[in-house]
């Protein structure tokens, strides 16, 4: 069936780091979703992308789209504490919304 | 964006029950899905609720465990038939709605531990 794979699955990192975590679909998608949970929370939507290259950006957050459809990447720059989470990538496929396993951001103490 | 409720916000429940849990939306919305959240892990669909027909369920999940209802455009339950131990999870509603009409908005998510 239809997957979107999500890697790194746990991501520890000092604050002030960067953190990437990226999305890989085995089917052409119409769009990408991307949601932020953070711990004991709902996810939240953050951002869609739909054109083939896109790149969107939220402050220190920025969303790619592959030229095919495929892949997707969030990354983080200078990492904050309200940053911790798990993010997950949704992509859009013939009417389904595909929800990748989520990556976890750990903040090291 | 959508403002969502649920109730129960978490319960305990022996094997064998039914729970049902509600979800409110401050607006009209033609759909609604019902998910479900181990912890820590992603999330499932279990079934998109339509006002006015029959709920469609996912592979894996079937009417007669998950009953649904849906009696109008900002209000539906989902039911947790005969539980077990193995339905422990977070059953989170969600709508699609937003500027695109694809952004989805979730509940804060009803926590069930069936002992």
């Known amino acids: 069936g239809q997957q979107v794979m999500q890697i790194p699955q746990y991501q520890h990192v000092q604050e002030g780091e960067d953190f990437t975590t990226y999305c890989n679909s085995s089917?052409?998608?119409?769009?990408i979703q991307w949601y932020k949970q953070r711990p004991g929370g709902h996810p939240v939507f953050l951002i869609q992308?739909?054109?083939s290259g896109e790149v969107k950006k939220q402050k220190r957050l920025t969303f790619q789209f592959g030229e095919a459809k495929k892949n997707s990447s969030l990354h983080i720059t200078a990492t904050q504490t309200t940053d911790v989470g798990t993010y997950f990538c949704a992509g859009r496929s013939n009417y389904q919304l595909i929800w990748g396993a989520g990556t976890k951001l750990i903040i090291k103490p | 964006s959508a403002v969502i409720s649920q109730k129960p916000s978490r319960d305990i429940c022996q094997r064998g029950t039914s729970l049902t849990i509600q979800c409110q939306v401050d607006s009209q919305v033609t759909m609604m899905f019902w998910y479900r959240q181990q912890p820590g892990q992603s999330l499932t669909l279990i079934a998109t609720a339509n006002q006015g027909s029959e709920a469609t369920y996912e592979s894996g999940f079937v009417i007669d465990k998950f009953p649904i209802s849906r009696p109008n455009l900002t209000f539906s339950t989902l039911t947790v038939s005969n539980m077990s131990p193995e339905d422990s999870s977070i059953y989170l509603c969600?709508?699609?709605?937003?500027?695109?009409?694809?952004?989805?908005?979730f509940g804060p998510g009803t926590r069930l531990t069936v002992l």
């Open positions: 969600s709508v699609k709605t937003g500027l695109s009409g694809n952004e989805q908005f």
């Open positions: 992308l739909v054109k």
């Open positions: 089917t052409t998608l119409s769009n």
